[in-house]
């Protein structure tokens, strides 16, 4: 399985990087919102993506939105992954057909089972 993982926290992901790869994950990283969406075209796409809320260049919705309304990535299921997401943006990253949302610090289990989840539902 592929993961682009879209965030601009080195360190969150470096460490998401090493714990997806473990598990067999190839795993690409954006840090900002234009390299995100510029990897998510690439082919072959990402089975998921892993999508920060702020980010450099464009927030995580604006990302989130632009990758639904593509034909090359509508179809590619997102989990958001922030630490600061109110009930209002949990509502409109479902509006934009999130897969799901958790919360930073996130735990690397529930990071893999939910980004598998999210990849197996697409396939």
Known sequence: ????????DRVLTRLVTAGLKSRGWQV??????????????????????????GMPGGTGFEVLKKLQQSSRTGQIPVVVVSGSITEEDEARVAAFGAFGFLRKPVDPQTLHETLSRAAGQAG
């Open 28 to 53: 690409e990283v954006a840090h900002d919102a234009m390299q995100a969406l510029m990897f998510a075209m690439k082919a072959p796409p990402p089975d998921v993506i892993a999508l920060d809320i």
């Open 1 to 8: 399985m592929k993961v682009l993982i879209a965030d601009d």
